[in-house]
């Protein structure tokens, strides 16, 4: 039988305690369950009893209260909206301070758009280890991009044991935490704009008279298959030698012959502004991201 290590990796026996079983928890708890962790050490608070039976039955993960979930995580993750992230650590607070900050106390991830680490600290005991993350909703099927940003306390090994939780749910980057508010734009909303861009290719075939259930089929393999290209190194032709993500504009370049359908397809976009259309897109998601620290943080 496979050991914890060899399922779940190094930190499988850890206890991971998640505040808030909405979407993105689920998408957690059950990316962990999927990659092979224990439910019986993955615990969920979540004051919506529907919902926490839900997940329980669901996930086979406990639920506990927020001193429960303070007083066993070794990993504390912070699922609730911006704003409910005061409320949500104000319970915790009492139960994380009478454990000793480092080997003992729990490192706090927290999920939540916008809110920085400073804001966060502030409302946990004294040095208290803070990592920020922006995931995104792949996470339930394993292919997440999980972003990560260090507060004041996290060192090298609370940062690495937050990637090495993340990395069985999927893809980990570091970046500087002034670089989340853009990261959030990207990859943590990201999959909305894939998905809006799949239900009105789909909804195009339907008016021009494919049947839905045909259209739908051939709108999600092919943006399966793009994204298959664009995680694949060297299938935009230029090999694998640097390791960087394949070009989205070579790989873009190698479906359009000259004079051809997608040309004809890519030039109405392009006179619609959908470039344009997107650059505003991400912008007013980022400075949505600030906002939401400002206001809740
Ligand atoms: N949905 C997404 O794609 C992503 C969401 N996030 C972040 O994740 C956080 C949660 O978002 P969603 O899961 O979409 O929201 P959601 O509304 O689906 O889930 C939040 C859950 O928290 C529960 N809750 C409220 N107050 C609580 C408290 N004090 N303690 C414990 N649980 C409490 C609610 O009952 C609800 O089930 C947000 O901060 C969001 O910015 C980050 C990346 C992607
Ligand atoms: O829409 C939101 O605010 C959250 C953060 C990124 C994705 N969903």
Do not use: W
């Amino acid at each position: 039988m496979a050991s914890d290590a060899e399922r779940g990796g190094a930190g499988a026996g850890r206890t991971v305690a998640v505040l808030g079983g909405g979407k993105i928890g689920e998408a957690l708890l059950g990316g962990l369950v999927a990659a092979g962790r224990e439910p019986a050490r993955l615990l969920v608070v979540e004051p919506v009893a529907t919902r926490a039976r839900e997940l329980t039955s669901r996930l086979g993960v406990r639920a506990v209260d927020a001193a429960g979930a303070a007083r066993e995580a070794d990993v504390l993750v912070i699922a609730v909206k911006p704003a409910d992230v005061p409320g949500a650590l104000d319970a915790v607070h009492d139960v994380l301070a009478g454990r000793a900050p480092g080997e003992d106390r729990p490192t706090v991830v927290s999920l939540a758009a916008g809110i920085p680490t400073t804001a966060l600290e502030t409302r946990l005991p004294v040095d208290t280890a803070v990592v920020r993350v922006m995931p995104n909703t792949p996470m339930l099927v394993g292919r997440a991009m999980c972003v990560l940003s260090a507060g004041a306390a996290a060192g090298e090994p609370e940062l690495a044991a937050a990637e090495e939780l993340l990395a069985a749910v999927g893809r980990t980057v570091r970046v500087p935490e002034a670089q989340q508010d853009l990261a959030t734009a990207l990859s943590g909303s990201g999959p909305a704009y894939v998905f809006l861009l799949a239900e009105a290719m789909v909804d195009a075939g339907v008016a021009l008279g494919l049947p839905r259930p045909v259209a739908t089929e051939l709108v999600s393999a092919t943006v399966d298959g793009a994204g298959g290209l664009l995680t694949t190194p060297g299938s935009d032709g230029r090999g694998d030698s640097d390791g960087g993500a394949p070009h989205p504009g070579l790989l873009r370049e190698a479906v359009t012959s000259p004079g051809g359908t997608t040309a004809a397809a890519l030039s109405a976009l392009e006179a619609d502004g959908l470039r344009a259309a997107l650059a505003r897109a991400v912008g007013a998601a980022r400075d949505r991201s600030a906002a939401l620290g400002r206001q809740y943080g």
